[in-house]
């Protein structure tokens, strides 16, 4: 894992959006038009990556989550891939939590086929509905990016964590290298949105994303932003050629 450097605050900005509460809602749209084809588009244009990233992100939490009485958070959690893994590996209890509606719903009927105990509420990540201290661990996959106030979001993770518990952010990074950097750069303008646009009926959503992805903090950035609200030793992992990254940090005791 590497260390970490200063970072700026921010949140994701997308197009026609000129404040917290419209880029907010803009997200939400967005994830309710793409619900209903999400799982296929995110394993075919991933090449099924996106598997192993979520294992990365479950290895990343294990440390705190093997007690039955732990408690754990599965934050934008979409169609619940990720909560699914945490149950299977974990003993804790895994919650999920999303504020797209459409997601959830399409959630609990995998829940339901997998005869999975899993639940789900629905919540913006800016102001959960949870006590102070009243989890062990926080999982988001490809979900931080989409929030409108990256930092805002941190302090409120770091409300609900209790001292020790931990938060595991695994999201879309920049390559370092020249040439990943290159093919990431051409497979995300071009080929994503056409593929993923022709197959979900929204390109907005799949211009959205490599744009998204552009604007976003680098790791180090992240993970000082972590340090910066509470998380002590935050740390990167690059993953893939830095298309993708693990950021994992302790809350201060």
Known sequence: MTRIEPARASGTTPPGTCDEKSASR?????????????????????????????????????????????????????????LFDLERAVPARVLGADFCHPMLVAAQVKANRLRLPSAFFEADALRLPLKNESLDGIAIAFGFRNLSNYETALEELARILRPGGMLAILEFSHPPGRLMKALYGFYSRVILPAIGGAISGSRDAYTYLPESIRKFPRAPELCAMMTASGFASAEYRLLTGGIAAMHIGRKSA
């Open 26 to 82: 803009w997200v939400q749209r967005m994830f309710e038009d793409v619900a209903p084809r999400y799982d296929l588009l995110n394993h075919l244009l991933s090449f099924n990556i996106d598997r192993g990233w979520r294992r990365e992100l479950v290895e990343g939490l294990k440390p705190v989550l093997g007690r039955v009485e732990a408690t754990a958070l599965d934050l934008c959690c979409g169609t619940g891939d990720v």
